[in-house]
């Protein structure tokens, strides 16, 4: 199944891809499938924003307990004053709030069975949001969290060491936005198809 798997992906990537890239083509994916799961837990913290490339969007923001196991999958400082410095991005940052750290290719061998393409499809929407450095996860104080955003935590309230705010921008109004992921697929391929291609592609 493994190597069926990496070959149907390799067909739809290209021979040249090898086998290390097409693991990290799943893993995109699923990192991907993780977040677009969350969304509908998040609140829009900044209504008018920028992407890197200057697209206007919005943030949404995702908050969990930064639980024991959440803070040592990361260099955190012991003080809050300066983990509330700190921050990871990209994909780093939908791990440390709590991504699956590595899917192995059988976990999706029953999507693959199902169309492999949609793995690709999932991919490129991670790749995109890579691009733009729409994703950033940071530490707060639980009295710092705005009430939005504290009403959306656990029912047993923030953990002690704080809470992790993960924060994606989409290429979206305000008036537009859906938490859920059907909507979060539409917006970004929207986006994706008027991007300039890369070179040889």
Do not use: K
């Amino acid at each position: 199944m493994i190597l069926r798997t990496l070959s149907l992906l390799r067909s739809l990537q290209g021979a040249s891809h090898t086998a290390q890239e097409a693991q990290a083509t799943v893993q995109q994916a699923c990192d991907y499938r993780w977040l677009r799961g969350e969304l509908h837990h998040g609140a829009i913290t900044e209504p008018s924003t920028a992407l890197a490339d200057g697209t206007p969007g919005v943030t949404i923001t995702l908050a969990y307990p930064a639980t024991r196991a959440r803070l040592a999958g990361g260099r955190w400082p012991e003080t809050p004053e300066e983990r509330e410095r700190c921050f990871v991005e990209g994909a780093h940052a939908c791990r440390a709030a709590g991504a699956p750290a590595y899917r192995t290719l059988e976990s999706l061998s029953r999507g693959l069975a199902e169309g492999a393409a949609s793995v690709l499809t999932d991919a490129a929407r991670l790749q995109y949001l890579l691009q733009q450095r729409a994703l950033r996860l940071a530490w707060r104080r639980p009295e710092a969290l705005p009430p939005a955003l504290a009403r959306r935590l656990d029912s047993g309230g923030p953990a002690a060491d704080g809470v992790f705010l993960l924060a994606l921008s989409v290429p979206a109004r305000r008036e537009e936005v859906v938490l859920n992921g059907a909507w979060l697929d539409r917006t970004l391929d929207r986006y994706r198809r008027i991007l300039p291609r890369p070179a040889g592609r």
